[in-house]
């Protein structure tokens, strides 16, 4: 493969990658300005960066990762609080539909904003995004069992916000891992006090 194909090669994933990369830092940034200028960036850095990148390996979960990077570094430089999520286009998360397709749009964008964050990024990553759970886990750069974790949480959780009511399993579950990060702490504690 000559060094010219390899360049067209990269771009061409890159340019493929832009519309769901557009749509991700969306839902990180809340703000469409905010987002153009991080996939402009994160497209930028990407390029200067090809030559670290071995054609053939995860390039979606390589440029995502610049992505979330760039997102990380840009929200600890400038402390500005998150829009809301019902200033976002509603053709962010779906296409345009009947009145009831609106409404129901509505409440999953509304459901969505009170979901963890790290919930809510799996969930746009994977379910949104397309993203495998391995590609969303170099993207978060942790196990596929976190991302598991993490979708499974924030889907249940969804349910609960549209639906409504959780079921008893489901509360079973929240107070079972309520209990679980209690007994985490506690010996957490008690672990720190043995070693003052």
């Known amino acids: 493969m000559t ?31 905010s987002a153009e ?5 994160t497209a930028v850095q990407a390029l200067r960066a090809r030559e670290q990148f071995q054609m053939g390996t995860n390039f979606t979960g390589w440029i995502y990762r610049i992505l979330r990077n760039n997102y990380i570094s840009s929200k600890r430089r ?3 609080t ?18 009831e397709d ?9 459901a969505m904003d009170k979901l963890q964050e790290s919930q809510r990024e799996v969930l746009i990553l994977i379910c949104a995004g397309g993203l495998s759970y391995e ?10 069992g976190t991302v598991k974790s993490r979708l499974w949480r924030a889907r249940r959780q969804m349910e609960i916000l549209i639906m409504g009511r959780a079921s008893d399993s489901d509360e079973a579950v929240a107070d079972a891992s309520t209990e679980d990060r209690r007994s985490s702490r506690k010996a957490a504690t008690a672990s720190s006090d043995l070693h003052a």
């Not at 340019?15 to 703000?31: G, S």
């Not at 809301?84 to 009145?99: I, K, N």
């Not at 609106?102 to 509304?110: D, E, F, G, R, S």
Request: net charge negative.
């Open 37 to 41: 200028d991080l996939v402009q960036q």
């Open 102 to 110: 609106k409404v129901l749009t509505q409440q999953v964008v509304k």
């Open 78 to 80: 400038s402390h500005r």
């Open 3 to 33: 060094a010219m194909s390899k360049v067209d090669d990269f771009q061409k994933l890159l340019i493929d990658t832009l519309p769901r990369l557009r749509a991700y830092a969306i839902t990180l940034t809340r703000e469409r300005s």
């Open 135 to 144: 590609e969303a886990a170099e993207t978060l750069q942790c196990s596929v």
């Open 82 to 99: 998150p829009v809301c999520m019902d200033d976002m286009p509603e053709d962010t998360f779906s296409r345009a539909g009947d009145q």
